[in-house]
């Protein structure tokens, strides 16, 4: 079993509406948890950080975190055609506090 | 500016030559991280180093090598060793456990 799994997609939304991504992983232990969005050929850069069960807002962006069921989610609202990029879920693994466990990323396409 | 420096941003290299790929930061960040990512796939880890001097390795540490003598720096060698280098290789830095991770731009390697 992957540490890190997402679908990868792609999901396809028209502009305007909410794009839910989806990531679970292995480690009931993990405490810390990130969504990334990459666009093709870039590296990755951060959108949202959560620690704490439940949710997190910032701006057009939501994720949520659900340790007794191990899954953490990312809402995008309002998606624009600029949202259009891989979103890579990362959790700070099982062996060291440090490191940094990626999943395969969901691409996501945003219909205008 | 703050930031991650990979360099060179494209490198080119014979089958059978090892290459070493530079990253530098300026962060004052304890924690360096070197990854490589294929076409189409997610992030995953080489080498990861918490400390200066030390380092541990990640999933794929076959047939690469690091140094991390000083905190700023912490150069990728990828060897003879490796059966397929050819990837878009992405360093990147956080200040603690458990926290995010920033990247730099990324180089990537083609051999021929």
């Known amino acids: 079993q992957k540490e890190v799994e997402q679908n990868s997609g792609p999901l396809s939304v028209p502009e305007g509406a909410i794009a839910s991504l989806n990531c679970t992983y292995s480690?009931?232990?993990?405490?810390?948890f990130f969504w990334y969005r990459q666009y093709s050929g870039k590296s990755p850069e951060l959108i949202m950080f959560?620690?704490?069960?439940g949710d997190k807002e910032d701006g057009r962006f939501t994720a949520q975190l659900n340790k007794a069921s191990q899954y953490v989610s990312l809402l995008i609202r309002d998606s624009q055609p600029s949202d259009s990029a891989t979103y890579l879920c990362?959790?700070?693994?099982?062996?060291?506090?440090?490191?940094?466990?990626f999943g395969s990323g969901t691409r996501l396409l945003v219909r205008p | 500016d703050g930031g991650i420096t990979q360099s060179p941003k494209y490198l080119f290299r014979k089958e059978g030559q090892n290459v070493t790929l530079s990253c530098e930061q300026n962060?004052?960040?304890?924690?360096m991280y070197w990854y490589r990512q294929d076409p189409g796939q997610g992030l995953r880890l080489i080498y990861y180093?918490?400390?200066?001097?030390?380092?541990q390795k990640g999933d794929i540490a076959e047939g690469y090598s690091v140094s991390r003598e000083k905190k700023e720096s912490f150069p990728l060698t990828v060897t003879s060793a490796q059966k397929n280098p050819t990837a878009f290789y992405l360093c990147?830095?956080?200040?603690?456990?458990?926290?995010?991770?920033?990247f730099g731009q990324g180089t990537r390697l083609t051999v021929v």
């Open positions: 959560i620690y704490s069960n």
């Open positions: 180093s918490q400390i200066v001097n030390d380092f």
């Open positions: 990147a830095s956080s200040n603690g456990e458990g926290t995010e991770a920033f």
């Open positions: 480690d009931r232990g993990s405490q810390s």
């Open positions: 962060l004052n960040h304890d924690a």
């Open positions: 990362a959790v700070v693994g099982p062996d060291s506090s440090y490191k940094l466990i």
